[in-house]
């Protein structure tokens, strides 16, 4: 079993940065994969970014070159650096982990977290 509890939401206006940090309890962190989705109301959950055990990553085209997800094993910690906000990335954030090889799929995620909500005022 893992435990993921996410924190870092807050309201911030368009333009701005946050970082949401994912912090794992439980098994070992570094063996799982762990992934990034985030939820608007009315809307299916999206799939945001995806980090590898080895720390390859892959993201969204909506993201892309505006967010940045890492690791640090070492404080069983994942990470979403959010730059360049705009009002579209309003969502409650999730994080997730996977034993498997991570996909943009959430179903393909064992573990998740209760979210934290993430505000984009213009």
């Known amino acids: 079993q893992v435990q993921l509890v996410e924190s870092g939401g807050e309201l911030v206006q368009a333009g701005g940065s946050l970082r949401l940090s994912c912090a794992a309890s439980?098994?070992?962190?570094?063996?799982?994969?762990m992934g990034w989705f985030r939820q608007a109301p009315g809307k299916e959950r999206e799939f945001v970014g995806r980090?590898?055990?080895?720390?390859?990553?892959i993201y969204a085209d909506s993201v892309k070159g505006r967010f940045t997800i890492s690791r640090d094993n070492a404080k069983n910690t994942g990470y979403l650096q959010m730059n360049s906000l705009k009002p579209e990335d309003t969502a409650v954030y999730y994080c997730?982990?996977?034993?498997?090889?991570?996909?943009?799929?959430?179903?393909?995620?064992?573990?998740w977290g209760q979210g934290t909500q993430v505000t984009v005022s213009s």
């Open positions: 997730a982990a996977t034993s498997n090889s991570p996909t943009n799929y959430p179903t393909n995620y064992d573990y």
């Open positions: 439980g098994r070992t962190f570094n063996y799982y994969g």
């Open positions: 980090i590898s055990v080895h720390g390859a990553t």
